[in-house]
């Protein structure tokens, strides 16, 4: 069983800054693909990054390309989520998530573990 928190949300302006942290405990984090999703009030739960258990390989959703990177310190347990040039629409719910998939996925149902969430919010 996989413990997941998220920490380092808030409220910002529009083009600021936010970078998200996920630690894990329980288990044997560098065996898990990480993903971080968002949901927005009213909408479903929608893929935003993924990284391998290596850290080599990553996935963006379309719409964050170029402004988020997503990251990954094995030793420390822990994936982040770096967020610049922040937009009223990346407004949502962050949630981190791991996989037993072997590679980088997008798909929500590969994911078994989840945290809690952690609130961002951009303000225009």
């Known amino acids: 069983q996989v413990q997941l928190v998220e920490s380092g949300g808030g409220l910002v302006q529009a083009g600021a800054s936010l970078r998200l942290s996920c630690g894990a405990s329980?288990?044997?984090?560098?065996?898990?693909?990480m993903g971080w999703f968002r949901q927005a009030p009213g909408k479903e739960r929608a893929f935003v990054a993924s990284?391998?258990?290596?850290?080599?390989?990553?996935q963006y959703v379309e719409s964050v390309k170029g402004r988020f990177t997503i990251s990954r310190d094995n030793a420390k347990n822990t994936v982040y989520l770096q967020m610049n040039s922040l937009k009223p629409e990346d407004t949502a719910v962050y949630y981190c998530?791991?996989?037993?998939?072997?590679?980088?996925?997008?798909?929500?149902?590969?994911?078994?573990?989840w945290g809690q969430g952690t609130q961002v919010t951009v303000s225009s």
């Open positions: 990284i391998s258990w290596s850290g080599i390989t990553t």
């Open positions: 998530a791991a996989s037993g998939v072997n590679t980088v996925t997008a798909n929500r149902y590969s994911y078994k573990y």
């Open positions: 329980g288990g044997t984090f560098s065996r898990y693909t």
